[in-house]
């Protein structure tokens, strides 16, 4: 057996506003979008449509959305429980502090960048459905 990547699926209340802010806060960008009608892939959104599933990416790190009746018809065992989580999705980078200074203003819960006992410098915010996501970079001699 041999597994080629993990990409997290995420419930969602609403794929265009999460798409608004993967892409305006965070600097990702949408790759595809199935609209309602499930009859066609889309590579932007239209506002005269409604969504049931994104595809977003920055760099090698994907992230999929998928709006909560869709989600829960596919995956039923899903039925009832919350949108968020208890765990994060922890994504390594480089230029941890600038990206931090970047977005700082545009969040409304997340931490401030802090060394980790295991080698890494991160911080955590939350996304607009609940979802956290950390973000990490390893620690230089100078950093230390």
């Known amino acids: 057996m041999k597994v080629h990547k993990l990409t997290p699926n995420l419930e969602v209340q609403s794929i265009e506003e999460t798409v608004s802010f993967y892409e305006s806060v965070l600097g990702f960008s949408m790759i595809m979008a199935v ?3 499930q009859d066609g892939i889309e590579q932007s959104l239209s506002k005269d449509k409604q969504y049931v599933y994104a595809l977003v990416k920055k760099d090698t790190v994907e992230v999929m ?3 909560t009746d869709s989600f829960q018809r596919d995956v039923e065992f899903a039925k009832g429980l919350p949108i968020g989580a208890s765990a994060s ?3 390594e980078m480089d230029g ?5 200074n970047a977005i ?3 969040i409304s819960d997340g931490t ?3 060394n980790a006992w295991y080698g890494m410098r991160e911080f955590y915010i939350k996304d607009n459905n609940g979802y956290i996501l950390g973000f990490a970079e390893k620690l230089t001699q100078e950093q230390d």
């Open 96 to 100: 941890l502090d600038e990206f931090y």
């Open 89 to 91: 999705f922890y994504m």
């Open 35 to 37: 609209p309602d009608t």
């Open 65 to 67: 959305f998928q709006r």
């Open 104 to 106: 700082k203003d545009k």
């Open 112 to 114: 401030e960048p802090k």
